[in-house]
């Protein structure tokens, strides 16, 4: 199990190599303009232009630009660990920017998350149980619902039902816990509703097919015939082994989520990491771009990393392999 | 007789003071509250608030309705009343001596405000110009202050390039005097010295983000009738201790509060500083802020309204009256480029302002209510409405005249046939730059068609975004509707200089987009190539208008407003936009600042 984990860990730190070497490629080298000019303002002169461009490091070779980011990622910078550098526009530390916008982000996962997981599931294995019956076209029906509303839709509709016209107080805009449970969650019931409810329909989906699967097993016709409780047939052994896929898939829609909930914090207007990534690219502010895709890089890696590892955990025969 | 003369005047000194009092009691009833503005998606600043480095109306609408004072400003009203130059820090606003080319300003009794709280002096003034001119420190319009450059201030350019230690034209003999001398005689120096980079800085709190751009966006020490919040906790006793004022996150929120140290005797713009406080508020989510301005929990939105708010007000009974247009002081154009084929044909160019449907055009814009259809380069508010009725280029409806435009290209070399089509292969497939805005995504279907009318076919590319393609002279791009353009201040100069002059085509940020004056010298400096041969240069004109003052100026600017129109056409100009403000129905008292061409926050009120 050491030596399984070890692998694992190195083979996370390749890949969180390599993005940083694309995404520096993808950001710094490819033509997208000139950043220095986005920052000159009206009429500069060359010599404007030259002192911007010296003033943002941007006028030394890429292969330097390259290697002293990737040194302050992982040693630190003036600004802290891991270093990210500072906004070309304000001067600000990157990682101050992603600090202030990631509790945004990560509240709005957390309790998103917690819905549709347990929404999702349990609507999955509902249906898996009574297969066939209302309630499974119904569920699926609702799944499908959920899958097909596109996110700004149900958004939109979400704050012109409950805030606009029957003058509930969830609110746009983000609170934090510190002006009180209350003021913080009712700025996220909405968002958690809305981005859950996509998610759900995709968990119930998947949890159904995977447990009819697994129910299909002979395994389940011995726990059966040994006289176990239905219960505890489908529970205990049904969804055990049906949680696979689940986790796979909750381990990358959590990382993703970091970096990619844009749509649900635009129409929120929660303004957390997602939006930051937009803003940042729009703008030609590279150290942020790059400083939220590292970060989700990163999350992407540690929460693949923790989901070979639970793998490891739930089927044995992955650890021995 | 002496009796009734005395019962008179006692009568009329009652009514005085009734009418003060009323005037006052009202004023004192308008007091108070929180005026709230949404803000669509970003603030967007230009140099993250610093002063010396915002160019954009958003930047100046706060810093000159609330926050800085300038030797001289506005008054913070809509239309000509609202650009016509008063005294700020200034007594009064000088009359220039020595030909015009010297102005001697002498300060009020003015404290800035916390954490600096002392009186502002000359070299506080003198300081913000340096900072202006230092390239490290990141500002914006130098070249309206740079000798070398527009032509003012002596010793601007030594200064900003090193070689100098001081500006040699500004002298500050003592505390509450400062004196500019120009190189030449500016008509609009005083338009110049309004601009909110001019406003004192005080050292003691600036000098700590030399040469790092925009960093003293978060720490504005203010002059005005506000403050950021949290201003007064600051500590500026050391570059160490300063921390960013607390009322400013730096980007989705900005408080600003009242300034104890702002004395309203001193005031002579007419702010009024009646809410107590300004919270502006970014919201990614444009349809959220117009719902809360209908809910009560904004006042207003930052920006003009897009047209959806717009048809909402205007259609809605009891809405309407809180609909407010006032001129934008802009143009909306398509640019030519000259040196381009098919453009490199006067005949062309203007067969395009003829074919083209501008009604059509502002119809991608929300339709009437978004503007009137722009006919010259200038709008008619910075040109005393003298080409009011002037419009070269008239088709019924302005929705573009297919026999108009045909007689147009028959004279043209590419239409040798005079078909009055374009017959000629530099008329097929010509590259046309779309912008990334909505807008544009409408606008360019109408003007590939009408110009298909006419033979010029298109291959349409869409940048994002779209100036920087456009604003590189090397990259040779015939023509783009993307471009708009506003004043600087009220001075029509500030269309000419950066649009038509040959000093303002530059290899990157170009804005002479038409390359109006264009030389084989400069067009190698830059880049650019194609035919130069027949292109017009307005250098002189220009340098003719640029001397003049007051009524003479501004009919001479109109008059090379006309020359453009007629001799050059660089352009077709389609609409004079509108700033539309929807306001919520708390607010009790608003007006619109000329100047900034923002809501004149100096002037508004909030129902209690």
Known sequence: ?321 | MVLLLAAVATAIGVAASVGSASSGSAKKSLAGGTYRIGWDTEFGWTDSFDPTGEYLADGFGIYTNLMLRTLVAYPHTAGPAGTKIVADLATAVPKPTNGGKTYTFHLKAVKFGPPVNRLVTSKDILYSMERLANPKDGGQYVFYYDDSELGAIKGFHAYATGKAKTISGIRTPNARTIVFNLTTAEGDFLNRMAMSATAPIPVEVAKCFEGKPGAYGRDVVSTGPYMIEGADQVDDSSCSALQPMSGYDGQTNLTLVRNPNYDPKTESTGRLALPDSFVFTVDTNTDDIYNKIKAGQLEQNEVSAPSKPIREWATNPSLKKLLHYNSGDGTYYVTMNLTQAPFDDIHVRKAMNLIIDKDGLRKAWGGPISGTIATHIVPDSLEGNILKNFDPYKTPGEQGSLAKAQAEMKLSKYDPGHTGKCTASQCKGVLFIQGERFQDTQMTPIIVADAAKIGITFKVRVAKPAYPVIQTPRKNIPISERPRWFKDYADALTFFAALFTSKAIIPSGNTNYSLVGITPAIAKKVGATGDLTNVPSIDDKYAVCQAQIGDARVACWAALDKYLMLNVVPWVPYLSAYNVYTLGSTVAKWDYDQFSGTTAFARVAVKG
């Open chain 1, 1 to 321: 199990m050491a030596l399984y984990i070890a692998r694992r860990l190195i083979w996370t730190l390749v890949v969180v190599l390599a993005v940083l070497g694309l995404t520096f490629v993808v950001f710094y080298l490819l033509p997208a303009g000139d950043p220095a000019l986005r920052f000159a303002g009206r009429s500069p002169t060359p010599e404007t232009l030259a002192e911007i461009r010296h003033r943002l490091g941007l006028d030394h070779p890429w292969w330097y630009q390259f290697g002293r980011y990737s040194w302050h990622f992982f040693a630190g910078d003036q600004y802290g660990w891991p270093g990210l550098g500072y906004s070309y526009s304000g001067g600000f530390s990157v990682m101050s920017q992603i600090t202030t916008r990631a509790p945004r982000t990560l509240f709005l996962i957390m309790g998103a998350a917690i819905i549709w997981l347990t929404l999702g599931v349990t609507i999955g294995v509902i249906s898996a149980v009574k297969r066939r019956s209302w309630i499974d076209r119904a569920a699926m029906g609702f799944a499908l619902f959920g899958l097909s509303a596109p996110v700004f839709w149900l958004g939109l509709m979400a704050l012109f039902i409950f805030w606009r016209e029957l003058g509930l107080p969830f609110d746009t805009g983000y609170e934090p816990l510190s002006a009180g449970v209350w003021n913080w969650s009712r700025h996220l019931i909405l968002p958690w509703c809305v981005l859950a409810l996509l998610y759900a329909g995709i968990y119930a989906r998947v949890t159904r097919n995977s447990l009819l699967e697994t129910l299909g097993e002979d395994y389940i016709r011995t726990a059966r015939a040994k006289g176990l409780s239905e219960r505890s047939v489908i529970l205990k052994h049904g969804l055990r082994a049906s949680l696979t896929p689940i986790v796979t898939m909750f381990g990358l829609d959590i990382a993703l989520l970091v970096g990619g909930a844009v749509i649900t914090e635009s129409v929120f207007n929660l303004q957390g990491l997602g939006w930051l990534a937009i803003d940042s690219a729009l703008g030609q502010d590279l150290p942020v771009v790059l400083g939220v895709t590292m970060l989700t890089a990163v999350a992407v890696a540690v929460m693949n990393l923790i989901v070979d590892i639970a793998y490891a955990f739930l089927d044995p025969r992955v650890r021995t392999q």
